[in-house]
């Protein structure tokens, strides 16, 4: 089959490889001029674990393996710890694999075959389906046929919204928002472990890895209306939030983040649809699941879906297959969106008391 794969993130890279290594002609479409392969450290977690093995990169990730959860403390205003993370909280066993963000998605774009075309800066913008195929008219006002569209274009996704409606309709905002930042003036020191700051409804936190740094926030808000592509508004929005608070490394890190021409911000949301899938149009990844950067699944739920599509796919009967692949991959949603629950108390509690007694939970728990 004739296959576009809207978005080229863990999801999208996956799908387009799992699709071309089947005998399907894919294309990826990409919004951004490159791969984007920034953020922060990611979980390959259980059955996600064996299809990396059978896409043949387990070996290769395993390489790139890092440490980072039991490298990090939560510290005070003066820098000094105060509780470790309690890193069981936070893996389902001891064969999870961290890796960076960067890593993976360098790994997963070098695995994709030659075949597989990629096309970035451009998007669809429309499409119409009849019996045959979709015809895709792209933001660039190019027209192409295809027999099957795969949206793999995250939280935010495009293929969604024209499809299905939208994306209030099924994206759950979870009360935080998440930015990360490069940090070079870090870069390279690995004589700390990676401090974690917290006041009343904030979370600001450095990350250290390989000779990368990066700052990473997390901070409570409602649901904010802004362009999710306009970086001014998303630097706009993290500098509000924490505005007024000069303690511990705040400002610098802040400031950090204003420079960093890449800056990921979003929010912590989950996605919940009755279906991912409608005539020649299915979603994967986020598109279709987010459980948000509070389960720490998201990238492992992709790696499944993606997996799970290419192998059920049958062009003979595209609803059988789609069917298939829902039935296969939403238990694991089930789990991986359950999982985000409890997340933002631990990392980013509401209140000063709040973050006192996560403090002491953590150390009695250790004595
Ligand atoms: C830059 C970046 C950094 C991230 N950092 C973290 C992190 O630190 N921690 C964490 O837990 N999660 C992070 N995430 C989210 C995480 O990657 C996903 O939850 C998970 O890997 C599932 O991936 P996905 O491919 O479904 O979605 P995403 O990773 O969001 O990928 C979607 C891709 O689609 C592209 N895209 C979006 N709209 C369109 C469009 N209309 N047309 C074409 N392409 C489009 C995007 O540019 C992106 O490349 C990050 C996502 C991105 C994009």
New binding site residues.
């Given amino acids: 089959m004739k296959i576009l794969v809207?978005?080229?993130?863990?999801?999208?890279l996956s799908a387009a490889t799992n699709l071309v290594t089947r005998g399907h002609d894919v294309t990826i479409?990409?919004?951004?001029s490159h791969f984007?392969v920034?953020?922060?450290p990611?979980d390959v977690r259980g059955d996600a674990i064996d299809i990396t093995a059978k896409m043949g990169l387990l070996d290769k990730i395993r390489e790139h393996r890092l440490h980072m959860t039991d490298q990090t403390v939560f510290v005070d205003a003066d820098g000094n710890a105060v509780a470790p993370l309690p890193v069981a909280e936070f893996d389902d066993s001891g064969d999870d694999i961290e890796i960076a963000?960067e890593d993976l998605a360098n790994l997963l774009a070098e695995a994709l075959p030659a075949e597989t075309t990629v096309v970035f800066n451009d998007?669809?913008g429309t499409l119409t389906e009849d019996g045959t195929g979709v015809e895709v008219r792209f933001v660039s006002g190019r027209t192409e046929r295809f027999d099957l569209i795969v949206g793999?274009?995250?939280?935010?996704?495009?293929t969604r919204r024209l499809v299905f409606g939208p994306e209030k309709q099924f994206v759950e905002h979870l009360g935080v928002y998440v930015a990360?930042a490069d940090l070079p003036a870090e870069a390279g020191r690995a004589d700390l472990p990676n401090p974690t700051y917290n006041y009343p409804g904030r979370m600001a936190s450095i990350m250290r890895y390989h000779d990368r740094a990066l700052a990473v926030f997390e901070f409570r808000s409602d649901w904010v209306d802004y362009d999710y592509h306009d970086l001014d508004a998303q630097k706009k929005i993290l500098t509000d939030a924490y505005a007024g608070h000069g303690q511990w490394r705040v400002p610098e890190l802040i400031a950090a983040a204003n420079a960093d021409p890449e800056l990921?911000f979003d929010s912590c949301s989950q996605v919940h649809m009755p279906t991912w899938h409608t005539g020649r149009v299915v979603l994967?990844?986020?598109?279709a699941h987010?459980a948000s950067?509070l389960s720490?699944r998201?990238?492992t739920l992709?790696l499944l879906g993606t997996w799970f599509l290419a192998e059920e796919l049958r062009e003979d009967d595209l609803a059988a297959g789609f069917a298939r692949y829902e039935e296969r991959q939403r238990p694991y949603v089930r789990t991986g969106q359950a999982a985000a629950a409890g997340g933002a108390d631990l990392v980013t509690p509401a209140t000063q008391e709040a973050i006192d007694a996560r403090n002491e939970r953590i150390r009695a728990a250790m004595s």
């Fill in positions: 809207s978005g080229a993130g863990m999801a999208g479409v990409e919004r951004s984007r920034n953020g922060s990611i963000r998007s669809i793999a274009d995250g939280l935010h996704s495009t990360i990921y994967v990844g986020d598109a987010a950067g720490g998201g990238t992709a």
